[in-house]
Nanobody
Framework: QLQLVESGGGLVQPGGSLRLSCAAS????????IGWFRQAPGKEREGVSC????????NYADSVKGRFTISRDNAKNTVYLQMNSLKPEDTAVYYC????????????????????WGQGTQVTVSI
């Protein structure tokens, strides 16, 4: 069974950068598309980005396009989310999730398609 663990969150000033990691164990990541989601207090879960199993296709929410970059290293069984030019509104708990299908057009809303979820890592953007 695939297990996912996020890391790399923390406190950063506006304009700063963080790189989140989603490390997999139990199975190889090679067969899974991986999505990053976030949820702020009092807000609905939001899809941030998704990357296909081979890494050839990526998707981004409009709110993070041009600032965030998703990538993966299947040899290391890890997916990354590089976050630059962070804003206070990026503050949330960030989760990675895996599904054995392509990201697809509903990658950011079809939460039930994702079979495996990590426990989340807190990102706080504040002065």
């Amino acid at each position: 069974q695939l297990q996912l663990v996020e890391s790399g969150g923390g406190l950063v000033q506006p304009g700063g950068s963080l790189r989140l990691s989603c490390a997999a164990s139990g199975e190889t990541l090679n067969y899974y598309a991986i999505g990053w989601f976030r949820q702020a207090p009092g807000k609905e879960r939001e899809g941030v980005s998704c990357i296909s199993s081979a890494g050839g296709s990526t998707n981004y929410a409009d709110s993070v396009k041009g600032r965030f970059t998703i990538s993966r290293d299947n040899a290391k069984n890890t997916v990354y989310l590089q976050m630059n030019s962070l804003k206070p509104e990026d503050t949330a708990v960030y989760y990675c999730a895996g599904k054995p299908f392509p990201c697809g057009s509903g990658w950011n809303q079809a939460y039930l398609d994702y079979d495996y979820w990590g426990q989340g890592t807190q990102v706080t953007v504040s002065i």
